[in-house]
C-alpha cells in the first residue's frame, strides 16, 4: 500500500438516517448462513453524525458514552474505513467520532448508518473521488443496511438487503417510534424465525401492493400492508411487545409495525399533529418514544471545510 497522508485536513461531518422495513420478507437461511430478503427500506428522520479526522492510527470515540456501542476494532466504523482505503490500495488512517440520535439495538440500523456515514466522510476528507458504484459495493461487504443507508428515501432491497433499487414514494409520512428499554438480539430473532418458519420460501416474493402504495401516495393502504416476517418470532422472545403493541393499536393509527428485528415499535400517521396526540397518548402510560418524518435523504455531508 501506499501512504498519501497530508497534514493539516479540515475534518468532515457526515449526517446518516435511521432505517425502517415498511416490509421485511425473509426466506429461508442459504449456506452461507444468510437469509435471503424481500424488503422495502425506508430512511426516517433519527440521525447519526459521523466526524473524521486524519491520524497516523485508526481510532473510534462516541460525544456521550452508550452502552452497546464498542470502542475499538469491533466498531464498524473502523472496519468500513479499512474497507474504503484497501480499495484504493492506501495506507491512511482517521479518528472517527460518532454522535447518536439513532437507538442502539432497536432494529433501526444506526451501525449501518455509521458505517455509510465514515465511508462517505472518508471519501470526501481524502478527496478519493471513489464512484458511486464502489461505494455501495464496499458498503455491502460491511453489512445488509449500509448500502440503503448511503442510498436514503425508499428502496427495495433483496439478495440478502443489499442489493437496493429506488421505489417511487410520494407519501410523506410521520412515524411515532416506541423505543424499549431492552434490546433484542438480531442473531437470536433470525434463528427463532428459522425455528418457528421451517417452510420459509428460498426467495420471499416482492410486495408489488405495498410498492403501488407508495407510488400513489396512499398512506391508509400503505398502512394495511405493512408486514414484518420477524415479528411472530420477535414477540415470542419478548412477550412484553405484545401488550405494547396493543396499547399501539388502540389509538387508531394508519399502520403500527415491527422495525426491523425489534424491539422498537413504530406507529404510522398521515398528519404530524395526530403523531404527536399519539406521543402524549403513550407518554401517560409511560412509554418513550419520540418523532420521526420519511422518507428523508441518506447519508450526506453536513460539515465539510
Same mark, same amino acid.
Given at each position: ?14 449526517? !446518516? ?19 435471503? /430478503? ?23 470515540? /462516541? ?16 472496519? !468500513? ?45 481524502? %478527496?478519493?473521488?471513489?464512484?458511486? #458504484? ?5 458498503? @455491502? ?19 440478502? @438487503? #443489499? ?19 431492552? @434490546?433484542? *438480539?438480531?442473531? !437470536? ?7 418457528? *418458519? ?11 401492493? /405495498? ?28 412477550? %412484553? ?20 428485528? @425489534? ?43
Amino acid at each position: 500500500m501506499s501512504s498519501q497522508r497530508v497534514e493539516g485536513l479540515p475534518p468532515v461531518t457526515v449526517r !446518516a438516517p435511521a432505517k425502517i422495513n415498511l416490509h421485511l420478507g425473509v426466506g429461508s437461511p442459504r449456506p452461507d448462513g444468510l437469509h435471503p /430478503l424481500s424488503t422495502v427500506y425506508q430512511a426516517v428522520g433519527l440521525y447519526d453524525d459521523v466526524t473524521v479526522v486524519d491520524a497516523p492510527d485508526w481510532s473510534v470515540e /462516541l460525544t456521550e458514552q452508550v452502552p452497546g456501542v464498542p470502542l475499538d476494532d469491533d466498531n464498524i466504523v473502523i472496519r !468500513a474505513g479499512r474497507a474504503l482505503v484497501a480499495h484504493h490500495d492506501l495506507d491512511l488512517a482517521a479518528a472517527i467520532t460518532i454522535a447518536k440520535g439513532i437507538p442502539v439495538m432497536g432494529g433501526m440500523a444506526g451501525g449501518s448508518a455509521d458505517a455509510a456515514a465514515t465511508l462517505l466522510a472518508l471519501d470526501r476528507l481524502w %478527496d478519493l473521488q471513489t464512484t458511486d #458504484e464502489d461505494l455501495l459495493r464496499i458498503a @455491502g461487504t460491511l453489512g445488509s443496511d449500509v448500502p440503503f443507508a448511503l442510498l436514503g428515501g425508499t428502496a427495495l432491497g433483496t439478495g440478502h @438487503g #443489499e442489493q437496493v433499487e429506488p421505489v417511487p414514494d410520494a407519501t410523506s409520512v410521520w412515524w411515532v417510534v416506541v423505543l424499549s428499554g431492552e @434490546g433484542l *438480539s438480531t442473531p !437470536a430473532v433470525y434463528r427463532h424465525f428459522d425455528e418457528l *418458519s421451517p417452510d420459509a420460501p428460498g426467495e420471499p416474493p416482492v410486495p408489488e401492493g /405495498l410498492i403501488a402504495a407508495l407510488a400513489d401516495g396512499d398512506v391508509d393502504e400503505v398502512g394495511d400492508l405493512l408486514a414484518n416476517d420477524l415479528w411472530p418470532a420477535a414477540r415470542d422472545l419478548r412477550p %412484553d411487545l405484545v401488550d405494547v403493541e396493543v396499547a399501539l393499536r388502540s389509538l387508531s393509527p394508519s399502520g403500527v409495525l415491527l422495525s426491523g428485528s @425489534g424491539p422498537t415499535l413504530l406507529v404510522l400517521h398521515d398528519e404530524v399533529d395526530d403523531a404527536r396526540a399519539t406521543v402524549a397518548a403513550l407518554a401517560e402510560q409511560g412509554m418513550t418514544c419520540t418523532i420521526a418524518p420519511g422518507p428523508v435523504a441518506g447519508a450526506h455531508v453536513v460539515t465539510y471545510v
